[in-house]
C-alpha cells in the first residue's frame, strides 16, 4: 500500500529558482531513495516554511527515509521537523485524478 509522508519545517530560505539550483544535488539524493515513487518540494517565504510531499511504495521505505531525513535536516541547522505518514486510500484519490502507480 503506497505511503504519504508530509514534512514541514522552519526555513529562511533561498526560496524559488535560487532554492532550485542551491536544492538541486539534493533532489537528485532523492530521487534515488527506495521506495521513492514521487516528490513535491513546498515553500512558504511568507510563514518560513518548507518541506515536502513524498509518496512512497511501503510504510518501512517511508519510515526509513524520514528517519535519515529528520537526521539530515538537523545536522542543517533546523531545529523542529514536522512529520506525519498517511495511508493512502487508492480509490477515492483516483476519482480526484491522484497521481498514483497501478
Known amino acids: ?3 504519504l509522508l508530509q514534512i514541514d519545517f522552519p526555513f529562511q530560505g533561498p526560496w ?4 532550485s539550483a542551491t536544492m538541486r544535488g539534493l533532489a537528485q539524493s ?5 521506495g521513492l515513487l514521487w516528490k513535491i518540494w ?4 511568507e510563514t518560513g516554511e ?6 512512497f511504495t511501503d510504510r518501512p521505505s517511508a519510515e526509513t527515509y ?4 529528520a537526521e539530515r535536516l538537523v545536522g542543517f541547522g533546523i ?4 512529520a506525519k505518514l498517511f495511508e493512502v486510500n487508492r480509490e477515492l484519490s483516483a476519482i480526484d485524478r491522484a497521481p498514483l502507480e497501478a
Do not use: D, F, K, S
Not at 524559488?16 to 532554492?19: I, L, N, S, W
Not at 532523492?30 to 527506495?34: D, G, R, S, V
Not at 518548507?50 to 509518496?55: E, N
Open 79 to 82: 531545529p523542529h521537523v514536522n
Open 66 to 69: 524520514l528517519a535519515m531525513h
Open 16 to 19: 524559488g529558482a535560487e532554492m
Open 1 to 3: 500500500m503506497p505511503i
Open 30 to 34: 532523492i530521487a534515488q531513495e527506495p
Open 42 to 45: 513546498t515553500e512558504n517565504p
Open 50 to 55: 518548507a518541506g515536502g510531499i513524498y509518496l
